[in-house]
């Protein structure tokens, strides 16, 4: 089938680390000659406020299903999941159906390919029904997937998440340095109660519904994984037998400048990179604890006091909905003239952490973060909260040395530390940068992540293909010849 004619609806899960993966991902289709859809939420393409697509990519959207001041934070998270599997998936497959008749839609071929977000089991299914080959895209990491993928023999030997150092077993290729400690953790709940302590009581079912989810992906025609093999080809070997097809395609913000407007739910601060301007060679702090982290007071304190006491300056991104009152009028006290200390909304973080001025990175972790870290050479403390963060952190220290990892230990004393080495250590500088350039080999043309990429475009011309013929071979049922449709 000719590239022109393949349309891909892709459709992320709606928050903002899936976003950030999906939107380079759907240019990179596009530069390759394809047709995408990109599919929001009515909310969040409202934040987002994109209107002008690139020829061949365009943004529709659908309902979410819940009120417009709704939260949707990580602590509702499941609200969001029923209400998307519901009125979001009902909305879906009316749109999915429609975009499928030649002509619906203008100068775009019907949809001949859907890559939904794996965590949207319900996107993929009903692709499936409606004749679509669908794949499925886990933005997470492939180590995370990978003991996920494992659960089952983590649940026989007994080895579940919790702040322990004992080693574990039961996750191929990670024996002898995964520490049950590392092991991905459930986010708190919305009354803010800790699930480890249910999960230490037993086996929390959200970990088994989890499990169970990045197995089911193994029913799509291929997984779609954004690594590269120098950071996880471990990992995606594991996986491998267990699906139909992978491909490790990442890290996909390399392939496209950065992100503008277009992804961001939050309104970056401008100002942000002219204030690194002002300020010495690695020598400030960034520290972002991502789009869904909640902290809570004491750590904040802890995090303040012990950045305050490296005397380093430092760039800190605090989303309104991350502090109440008390730590806004500690920070009031901290930033005092602004020369040091500079608290953000929002920053554009990708020209932060290319900023010469930064130093080191305080995250939270998560793999875009992580990623876009190690792409610019920074250095990294780690201070996990969930979901695939704690997997991350352990091989950012543990494998990579790209960073210190400080998960579980949150006192003033070990911010100052492991920050301080994190400025000064020229082996973990040396050591993130060699990586980087491993990884930027990965994505360049010719590397393994650039032919992987290139392969997926051809996958899904061929599926695309043999879908269209499939919907125009003649059926025969009673003695009638009629086309399938
Ligand atoms: N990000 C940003 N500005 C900020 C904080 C985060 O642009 O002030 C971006 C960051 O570059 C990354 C994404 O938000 O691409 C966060 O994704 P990640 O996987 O690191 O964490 P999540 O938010 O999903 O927990």
Redesign the pocket.
Known sequence: MAVAAVHVLVFPWP????I??FVPFSKALVNSGVHVTFLHTDHNLRRVRCTAAAPRLRYLSIPDGLPDDHPRS?GDIFTLMESMSTTGSAAYRALLLSLLSPGSGGEFPPVTCVVADGIMLFAIDIAEELGVPVLAFR??SANSFSAYLAVPRLLELGETPLPVDDTVHGVPGMEGFLRRRDLPRLAPAADGHPTESAAAAGVHPLLLTMAKGIADCGRTRALVLNTAASLEGSAVAHISPHMRDVFAIGPL?AMSAV?GPA??L?R??DGCVAWLDGHADRSVVYV??????HIWHHEFTEFLLGLLATGYPFLW?L?PDMVGAAEEAALRGAVGDGSKVRV???????D??RHRAVGCFL????????M?SILEGVPMVCWP?F?D?HINSRFVHAVWRAGLDMKDVCDRSTVTSMVTEAMESSEIRQSVQALAQRVKRDVAAGGSSDAEFKRLVGFIAEHSAMARHQAHTPVITNGDVRHQD
């Open positions: 928050l903002q680390g899936h950030n993966t990580v933005t997470a913000h992100p992804a961001s939050w970056e601060d972002s604890l991502g789009s869904l982290t991104v989303r953000v909304e929002w920053a554009p973080q990708r932060v952490l995250t939270h972790s998560g793999w875009n973060s992580t876009e909260f979901a963060q």
